[in-house]
Nanobody, 115 residues
C-alpha cells in the first residue's frame, strides 16, 4: 500500500500549482482521500477531502474558493489544484487514505510560495 505525492515546488504569490497523489496496493475507488499540509512549527492540518466516487468535497476555510480537489479512479490518482497561492500556503502537502482504520500517508511534497 503506497501513496506518492508530486507536483510541489517554488511559486510566486498569486501563482498556481497542481499536486498529484498516485495510489497503489489498495482498491483506490473504494476510499475517500484527503490532502493535509504541515507548515514549519505548526501542526498538520486538513486541506481538502473527496469522497470515494468524487461526488462530494470539503475544504478548510483558508483554502475554499482557491483550491480544488479531484480524483481519477481509473488512474488511481487524486489531485489538488491550487490557485491564487499565498505565502501562508507554504507547507509540506501530504495525501492520506484511511483503510480499515489504518491511516496511510505519502512522503509529502514541498510547496513554497515566495517572491
Amino acid at each position: 500500500v503506497q501513496l506518492v505525492e508530486s507536483g510541489g515546488g517554488l511559486v510566486q504569490p498569486g501563482g498556481s500549482l497542481r499536486l498529484s497523489c498516485a495510489a497503489s496496493g489498495f482498491t483506490f475507488g473504494n476510499y475517500a482521500m484527503t490532502w493535509y499540509r504541515q507548515a514549519p512549527g505548526k501542526e498538520r492540518e486538513l486541506v481538502a477531502t473527496i469522497t470515494s466516487a468524487g461526488r462530494s468535497t470539503n475544504y478548510a476555510g483558508s483554502v475554499k474558493g482557491r483550491f480544488t480537489i479531484s480524483r481519477d479512479n481509473a488512474k488511481n490518482t487524486v489531485f489538488l489544484q491550487m490557485n491564487s497561492l499565498k505565502p501562508e500556503d507554504t507547507a509540506i502537502y501530504y495525501c492520506n487514505a484511511v483503510i480499515n482504520s489504518w491511516s496511510i500517508w505519502g512522503q509529502g511534497t514541498q510547496v513554497t510560495v515566495s517572491s
